[in-house]
């Protein structure tokens, strides 16, 4: 099946600071969309993003479909940005979710 | 607008009881639900996908019998986990979509409910 590759696992940065983590998958899909799961598990979307750029106050995503892989940017980090970020794909009727990336930002 | 509701958010019970979870679209018609379970650490397991007014599709290794699912109207869907033992507790996660083949439309996630069975 799909296989879907968050990288980096884990990341620590101080507030202010800007970062990018990625979305690799192995096949063609029909959308792809990026959360957010809080310290108490809230899941929020951030984007729904098959192709494309779109920006969202300090986060913005590119998705380059043809290439398998997504970005997702965060500017100028805030300690609410604490979490663990997801990409979930979806092929074929089949929903897969990368591992995640934990973020911690530092006051 | 895309609000999804999932009650209760805890339940601790006895093993042997039968806990159940409810998820409702708010704002918008839930054609299609989707139930995961997610174990700490870890990432989201797709369980199962309901469209309303037809039986529920399990992924593999999920048990039909164990956790029932109905989806009788477009605003709401329920999980029921049947003789909850300790290895059932996890945190349960629900979502919905509009779209009625998976991938046309985004989902959108309720709170999450954490189960634990003593």
Redo the contacts between chains.
Sequence with gaps: GIQVEQSPPDLILQEGANSTLRCNFSDS???L?W?HQNP??????LF?IPSGTKQNGRLSATTVATERYSLLYISSSQTTDSGVY?C?V??D???I????TRLHILP | GAVVSQHPSRVICKSGTSVKIECRSLDFQATTMFWYRQFPKQSLMLMATSNEGSKATYEQGVEKDKFLINHASLTLSTLTVTSAHPEDSSFYICSASAARVRGNQPQHFGDGTRLSIL
């Design positions: 899909v029909n959308n969309q959360f108490w598990g809230q899941l929020i979307n729904y997801f979930a979806n092929r009727d089949k929903i979710f990368g591992k995640g």
